[in-house]
């Protein structure tokens, strides 16, 4: 039924609604483009060019606490508030279907939610500030038993 009535309402549609709506998407499309490949675990290989939505790959080994898409999608859900489909939904697991056809507001705002996400559960490097460059007697006999997990006694 509503089939028949799609011809009548694209010729009466004003083309500027129609403009606006096309430059929206390209605007936000370019966004969320940027913003995925700003996050370490996720990369968006292209750039949308026809659709409302992009596939993004879920780097694991970047995460600590994540098992798969699905775990990433329930805990960032539950966390941030920010629903993505899981790329197993459409046959690619670990991968996501991220929808951009929203006001660009919304989508900065998801976008920084996913990255303060990442950061939470991403694997912390270590800090070598308090590793010596050139390593003493005392240094040495440390490093060498942390390195077989042997405790050494306070001096």
């Excluded at 913003?35 to 600590?64: D, W």
């Excluded at 993505?84 to 998801?110: C, D, H, Q, Y």
């Excluded at 976008?111 to 270590?126: N, T, V």
């Amino acid at each position: 039924f509503i089939q028949a009535s799609v011809p009548s309402i694209l010729e009466k549609t004003d083309k500027l609604f129609f403009n606006k709506t096309i430059n929206i998407l390209k605007q936000t499309a370019h966004l969320c483009f940027e913003g995925i490949n700003n996050i370490p675990c996720l990369t968006c290989p292209q750039k949308p060019e026809g659709s409302m939505a992009v596939m993004v790959k879920l780097e694991l080994s970047r995460l600590r606490d994540i098992t798969d898409d699905i775990d990433f999608c329930f805990k960032l859900a539950k966390e941030e508030s920010v629903v993505i489909l899981p790329g197993v939904a459409v046959g690619m697991k670990n991968w996501l279907r991220v929808t951009f056809a929203v006001e660009p507001t919304s989508l900065e705002e998801a976008l920084k939610r996913i990255k303060s996400f990442y950061q939470r559960h991403a694997y912390q490097p270590i800090l070598q500030e308090n590793i010596p460059l050139v390593m003493d007697h005392q240094h040495r006999q440390t490093h060498e038993n942390c390195v077989r997990n042997e405790v050494l006694p306070p001096n």
